[in-house]
Structure formats: structure tokens, C-alpha cells
């Protein structure tokens, strides 16, 4: 909208001239956007008719403003700053699980148990392996137990078959979210109904992301990985790291679910609320960059410097004026539509009082 080259670029900030590695460190140092020093630098990219390849030299505006609005009545987009930093926590969950799954492979069979044993013995594969150990213990009991003839010959032929197909199972590298471990999240996620999207790298929709941060759900997930751990190693340095990974994940999660409950709704936000609104948001990109330092994402970037200011000036969570409330007013107009308005013909009379119930709906509200 406002011709800016996207979150990857060198300046991805619409707000303020921010260098993306500047993001990293508390409080860098910024020049404020507006929609004037848009225009100009666009003005000067095109003049001198540079490759997109040079887009920092302009502070990355490629294109002409689609809307001429001033950036200061821009809301900061907070259901996309949630996808974002839910999808970059998790992204760092798996990755962390992946790294236990690798060092069990790692590790001595003295430390290891049976399901450790076959983890290292045929990696990705591990759980075909674990089927067919099963079916072949399932099929061995069938084999003892069995009385008649028939029976007998039956389960001699499938046991013989079972015997002969797990050896030719081959070992294959642990990939990402194949080992017992970081499988065990998307368990999770599946029991709680969070479904990781197929397209655009397995983010999850606005709805989940909301159940993600409360601690069920999390706390649920940083336990599979100490649970799965030790049900394959007694490595105390290994399971060790598991529990370092559930303390260190639990409190990214706890201090960003205090920041979201805080900002993610349509109610008024009291003037003496904003400060300490803003000490949670610090303490969440505190914690989060002494984790991960150097690894800060635009979106985090916007929530530590550009909502705040945008609270402070219209009093309202961001749920309001974002996209949650674009939605939840597409939701009641449909409402209001469907059972109040359905008798009225004329369409303008019908329009009329739809948007009439909808303000009268929400003016008590926002005059609070």
C-alpha cells in the first residue's frame, strides 16, 4: 500500500528508517518515516532509474503510495505481528527438538533405551521400525497362543515375513520433525486442534495462534520434549538440555501471552495502563533476545516500538482499528443482515439500518 519492497528488505519498517539488523538491539537508533519521505525517496528511485538491487540506497521505496495517509494514522498490524512471532517460536521449538533428536542418535546404547536403540539404528525410519517390531511381537503372541492347525501355519508365514522385512529397513538421516521428539509436537498441536497450515512455511491461523499462547498449549508442547527425551535416553547431559529447552521455552511463551492478553482486544486502555503495558513487552524482547540474540523479526520490531504509540493515542487495544476488528464487524453486519434487516426491500433502507444497529452495538462501548 505504502510501496515499500516487504519485510525482507534492508528497511522493512513502514514507520521508521530501521536497519532489519538494527532490530536486534533495544532502542536503536531511527529517522521516522511519514508519508512525504515515502514519496521523495520513491520520487528519487525512480529519477534515477536504479535495480531493484539498490533499494536500500532509497530506504527500499520501489513504488508510489497506493493511500495518501499519513503513517501516524496507520494501525500497526497486530494479527500478522502474532502469526509472525507465534510462527518464529515454534520454528524455534522444532529446531531445538531436532537437536535432541540428533544427539540421541549420538549417544551410547548403555544410555539408550529400546526406543532410543532404534532411533539410532534406523533414523527417520524409527517408527516404521517400531510398527514392525509390534506386529511382530503381536504376531509371535498370536503364534504361541494358537491351538489349531491352520492358525498355527498363519502366523508362522507372518511372523517369517515380519522377520524378514525389518532388516531391510535402511537407515536414513533424521530430518526436521522426523525424530521422536520433534514429531511429538505436531502430536500436541493435533490434540489441541492447531493445525499448522500447508502453505506459507506451516504458519497457523489467527484462532490458533490465540491457543497457542495460553499455557496448556505450551507448556504442553515444552513437556512432550522433556517426556520424549526420556523416554529414549537417561543421558543426564541430554536431559538436561530437554528441561533447559521446557524452562527457557516456557517463559518466552508466558511473557508474550502477557504482552498479547494485554493489547490483543477492542476495550479501552486507561492512560496509566500504557506504562505498564510497555514494561511487558520489554520484558518479552528481553527474554527473547537473551534466547536468541541477533534473530529479531520486523514484526517483533513493531511491537516493541510502534504499538505503544499508537495505544497512547487512541486509548483502545489494537484489536479495534487492526484486523480483528475489520473482522468481528464483518461478522455482526453479516449477523445483523441475516436476522434483523432480512425483511426490509429496499436495499438502502436495509443498508441504513444495518450500519444504524451496528454503531448503536458498539457506541456504548467505545464511550466508555
Known amino acids: 500500500m505504502y510501496g515499500l519492497s516487504g519485510p525482507q528488505g534492508t528497511y522493512p519498517c513502514l514507520w521508521c528508517v530501521v536497519h532489519r539488523q538494527a532490530m536486534s538491539t533495544p532502542s536503536p537508533e531511527t529517522q521516522q518515516r511519514t508519508l512525504e519521505t515515502i514519496i521523495a525517496d520513491n520520487d528519487a528511485y525512480r529519477r534515477d532509474n536504479r535495480d531493484k ?7 527500499n521505496c520501489l513504488h508510489t503510495p497506493i493511500l495518501q ?22 520454528k524455534h521449538l522444532e529446531d531445538a527438538a531436532h ?10 546404547d548403555v544410555h539408550l533405551t ?39 501355519e498363519m502366523y508362522k508365514k507372518q511372523v517369517e515375513s515380519t522377520e524378514h522385512t525389518l532388516p531391510l529397513l535402511q537407515d536414513t538421516e533424521l530430518t526436521p520433525r522426523s525424530g521422536p521428539v520433534a514429531s511429538s509436537l505436531d502430536t500436541i498441536l493435533t490434540k489441541y486442534r492447531i493445525t499448522p497450515q500447508a502453505y506459507h512455511s506451516r504458519s497457523f491461523i489467527g484462532n490458533h495462534c490465540h491457543k497457542y499462547t495460553t499455557p496448556d498449549v505450551y507448556e504442553a508442547l515444552t513437556q512432550t520434549i522433556v517426556s520424549q527425551t ?12 530437554a528441561f533447559t529447552i521446557k524452562f527457557q521455552f516456557d517463559d518466552i511463551n508466558r511473557t508474550f501471552s502477557q504482552v498479547h492478553k494485554a493489547i490483543s482486544h477492542t476495550d479501552p486502555i486507561q492512560e496509566q495502563s500504557i506504562p505498564a503495558i510497555q514494561t511487558l513487552i520489554n520484558n ?9 540474540p541477533g534473530k529479531t523479526i520486523p ?9 505503544i504509540p499508537h495505544i497512547s493515542h487512541y486509548k483502545f487495544g489494537l484489536g ?40 448503536l452495538n458498539i457506541l456504548s462501548r467505545l464511550c466508555t
Open 53 to 59: 538491487k539498490e533499494a536500500a540506497k532509497y530506504n
Open 69 to 90: 495517509i499519513q503513517l501516524d494514522k496507520v494501525v500497526p498490524p497486530y494479527l500478522h505481528i502474532l502469526l509472525g512471532i507465534v510462527l518464529k517460536h515454534h
Open 99 to 108: 537437536t535432541i533428536d540428533k544427539k540421541i542418535t549420538e549417544q551410547l
Open 114 to 152: 529400546e526406543l532410543g536403540k532404534t532411533v539410532k539404528q534406523y533414523g527417520a525410519k524409527w517408527w516404521q521400525a517400531q510398527e514392525l517390531q509390534y506386529r511382530l511381537e503381536y504376531e509371535q503372541g498370536c503364534l504361541v497362543f494358537s491351538e489349531r492347525a491352520e492358525d498355527i
Open 230 to 241: 526420556q523416554a529414549c535416553t537417561d543421558n543426564t547431559m541430554v536431559l538436561d538440555e
Open 284 to 292: 518479552y524482547m528481553t527474554t527473547y533476545r537473551r534466547l536468541y
Open 299 to 307: 514484526k517483533q520490531h513493531i511491537l516493541e516500538s510502534h504499538c
Open 320 to 359: 479495534l482499528l487492526g484486523e480483528q476488528g475489520t473482522e468481528s464487524a464483518h461478522q455482526t453486519i453479516t449477523y445483523l443482515e441475516k436476522f434483523r434487516a432480512s425483511g426490509i426491500v429496499n436495499r438502502e433502507q436495509k443498508l441504513r439500518h444495518i450500519l444504524s444497529s451496528h454503531l
